[in-house]
């Protein structure tokens, strides 16, 4: 959703206060992640609703790790997304600094992470909106399990993922564990994170963070296609 628009750069405010609740879980959890370990699997269900894994959705096998190479973009066709990625380092005050406002539709990879491919979560961050316009991870929350998720890395190869879990964490119970840390161990996976939940005007933020797990299940050359792809039903970008 987009922020309530009080005045000129309200919105950018109201997005930075709720960026503070991500980077604040990381900020927490960074040494556990920085080389893809953790201290174990995480439940799959959110604090305030949860897609999780439905009954009834196939899930292809993990493909097992491979070599970590840097991002360059991101491609989600169930939902429209479809943006380049920008690593992003931490600040003086240990949080991981989000893209430019002035490139809303640019998602953020946490560089001194794990890289795509690689064994343990790699981090993906994106602005749900500015102050005039939804921003590239504005229908995150619409992602299901079983969905695929392309990330196409500096060497040229594509690494494809699936997501399996969808969870909303509320900001008074955050846990960095569900939102950072591996969900099997031994996995090479990706977490999408953006806010989420309803907008708090008492603390001038969102009220929850959207977190979508993914697991990798094939490696590709940038011209490959996965089988069913192009029949895969796409939904107009920033559709909730």
Sequence with gaps: MSAPEDSAGHGRLLTGVAWAVILLGLWLWGRGITDGSGIGSAPTT???AAVGRPLGVPLPPAH??????????????SIGIRAPVV???????????PPSFDTP????????????????PALFVGHVDTETKPAVFYGLSAARPGAKVDVTRTDGTVAEFTIDDVQVLTRERFDAQKAYGPREDGRAELR?????GTYDRASRSYTANVVVSAYLTAE???GERSAGESAEEKVPAGAV
């Design 87 to 97: 690593p992003r380092d931490l600040d003086a005050e240990g949080a991981i600094e």
């Design 192 to 196: 999408l994170i953006t806010c989420g």
């Design 105 to 120: 539709q640019t998602v953020g990879w946490y560089g001194a992470g794990t890289e795509p491919g690689a064994k343990g």
């Design 220 to 222: 590709k050359s940038t």
């Design 46 to 48: 959110g604090d305030v």
């Design 64 to 77: 097992k790790p491979i070599a970590g190479v840097a991002p360059q973009s991101v491609e989600i066709p």
